[in-house]
Nanobody, 126 residues
Framework: QVQLKEYGGGTVQAGGSLRLSCEAT????????MAWFRQAPGKEREFVAA????????DYSDSVKGRFAISRNNAAATMYLQMHVLKPEDTAMYYC???????????????????WGQGTQVTVSS
């Protein structure tokens, strides 16, 4: 059974930075496409960034492009989201997700991801 656990959330002032981590435990595969999504209160879950199994390809939502960077360390079964120049509108619960089957490509659609973590809260104060 694979489990995903997010770390690194917190409260930061606007303009600050945070680094989120997502650790996969259990029978995790390094060949999965992984992604970050976020959900603010009263809003739908939205795509943030995705990365394929060998980090050759990444994708970002327009709202975070140029400010956030997704990466992964397959040896450590961990994915990261480095966030810079944070804005109050970045405030949300951030979730990591895995897309199966093996070799599936990048997707911004939450429905394409089968495994989800419990989330970590990011709050950006103005």
């Amino acid at each position: 059974q694979v489990q995903l656990k997010e770390y690194g959330g917190g409260t930061v002032q606007a303009g600050g930075s945070l680094r989120l981590s997502c650790e996969a435990t259990g029978r995790a595969s390094s060949s999965w496409t992984m992604a970050w999504f976020r959900q603010a209160p009263g809003k739908e879950r939205e795509f943030v960034a995705a990365i394929d199994w060998n980090a050759a390809n990444t994708d970002y939502s327009d709202s975070v492009k140029g400010r956030f960077a997704i990466s992964r360390n397959n040896a450590a079964a961990t994915m990261y989201l480095q966030m810079h120049v944070l804005k109050p509108e970045d405030t949300a619960m951030y979730y990591c997700a895995v897309r199966t089957p093996l070799g599936a490509g990048l997707s911004p659609m939450a429905a394409d991801y089968r495994l989800w973590g419990q989330g970590t809260q990011v709050t950006v104060s103005s």
